[in-house]
């Protein structure tokens, strides 16, 4: 067998058996397959699709190409969540300290912002001093002694999936439904989590842009969870508009402490709870409602606050900063209606308009800059009058090309513009 023949049989609509898929997946890791190869394999799994089966070797070889990260000493339930990518997706900082502060231990592995998205990583940083490259001892000690700990997968782990989706990135071949289910489930299998739940994003700032797609996307990866043996719920949530007021590393992290300090409420808070109730509810067995009762009662108490600052303060930074907000950068520019009308933001528009004031980053290992970001004043299907703040944009000057792409994520319209649901369906958490 050559790497030629695997894909070959992939052009010509052929199902790909697990030998093949194997040693597709073993050539990616040690070098064997060029990215010219990887990248043809891609585009033909793209425009030709893989049945289930062959998804399942796929996830599966991918896992077995590195190492896997050990279970923590001390037993309990382990929780993991992943979104599919989005912006002002801060769920991960939010649900986190809610779990933990319940009992609920998170052994977080997370990445960083690729193109219009957000990392977890990225906006963990902007806590002065906080490492996110924690050791397997440093990781599982702070998951036994804190109760979470958020941190990136080693480069041991999934080393297929690492040079994939390099070439995917770069070849347009991000957006298949096998590809995305392999790379995000083999990531997770990777890792010992009991409970997954996956937060698949479909809109305008989304890889899936319809809901359907969306589904079909989560309930693949729930199945080749469940073949794994472990517990699998999935949400399908909208990302057309940004999901919090904050764009940007630092942007993000104030609004997730004023969260986390009970004065703000909005999406991002609702969905974070209603992931963590779900989680909770799994991992206790207890009825969804209990649960989102307690998840409330974390957040209201404080506890979830004074988690968080534990667990910034375990990989290095300072606890009390979740008490004040982090400085954004100095200039400000307010960018204001056009017109009157109802409000249509677009989450792409403003994911790109944050990298190019330097929040996000074109390339893996590229520098990001914390405090530059955007602030919303307005949020879609609002009424605006001409000259209204819609939004905030904070820069280090001279930032025209991210201001005008900022300017350009706001369209007005006549009719108030009928919002798709935050939440378009559930998978598990149920029975
Ligand atoms: N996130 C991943 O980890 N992989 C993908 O392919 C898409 C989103």
């Known amino acids: 067998m050559t790497v030629y023949d695997v894909i070959d049989a992939k052009k010509k609509k052929r199902a790909l058996t697990a030998e093949q898929i194997g040693y597709f997946v073993a050539r990616v890791a040690d070098g064997g397959a060029t990215d010219s190869q990887i990248a043809a394999f891609c585009m033909a799994t793209l425009l030709n699709g893989m049945t289930e089966e062959e998804c399942f070797y796929l996830t599966d070889a991918m896992t077995e190409s590195g190492e896997r990260s050990p279970r923590p000493a001390g037993g309990g339930v382990f929780a993991d969540k992943h979104s599919t990518g989005g912006v002002s997706d801060s769920t991960t900082l939010i649900l986190v300290p809610v779990l933990a502060s319940l009992g609920v231990k998170c052994a977080k592995y997370s990445g960083r912002g ?24 440093e990781f599982e000690g702070q998951v036994a002694r804190v109760g979470a700990a958020i941190a990136g997968q080693t480069e041991k782990v999934d080393p297929a999936d690492k040079h994939m989706y390099a070439v995917r990135d770069v070849t347009a071949t991000v957006d298949s439904v096998p590809l995305i289910a392999s790379s995000v489930m083999s990531k997770k299998l990777a890792s010992f989590a009991d409970i997954i739940l996956l937060d698949v994003k479909y809109g305008d700032g989304a890889f899936m842009h319809t809901p359907e797609e969306a589904l079909s996307l989560a309930q693949l990866m729930v199945r080749i969870g469940e073949r794994a043996g472990r517990k699998m719920l999935a949400s399908v949530t909208c990302m057309d508009e940004p999901l919090g007021d904050g764009i940007g590393c630092n ?36 009825p969804l409602e209990e649960a989102e009762g307690r998840a409330y009662g974390a957040l209201r108490s404080g506890a979830a606050l004074k988690k968080l600052g534990e667990i910034v303060a375990a990989q290095g930074g300072r606890a009390e900063d979740v008490l004040s907000p982090l400085p954004m950068a100095e200039h400000k520019v307010v960018v204001r209606a056009a017109g009157d009308g ?47 703040a819609l939004a905030e944009a904070y820069t280090r000057g001279g930032a025209e090309e991210g201001i005008a792409l900022a300017e350009g994520a706001f369209a007005l319209s006549d009719q108030k513009i009928k919002d798709r649901p935050l939440v378009f369906a559930t998978i598990g958490g149920k029975e």
């Open 114 to 137: 690729l193109a219009h998205t957000g990392g977890t990583l990225d906006k963990l940083e902007s806590f002065a001093g906080l490492r996110v490259d924690l050791s397997p001892a």
């Open 251 to 286: 942007a993000e992290v104030n609004e997730v402490c004023a969260i986390l300090r009970g004065e703000k409420e909005n999406d991002l808070s609702r969905l974070s709870l209603d992931h963590a109730a779900r989680i909770l509810a799994a991992a206790e067995r207890i």
């Open 342 to 388: 109802y409000l249509r933001i677009s989450a792409l528009a403003l994911g790109r308009a944050c990298a190019a004031l330097g929040g996000g980053r074109a390339r893996e290992g590229d520098p990001v800059d914390h405090a530059v970001g955007i602030l919303l004043k307005k949020r879609q299907g609002d009424l605006v009058r001409r000259g209204e």
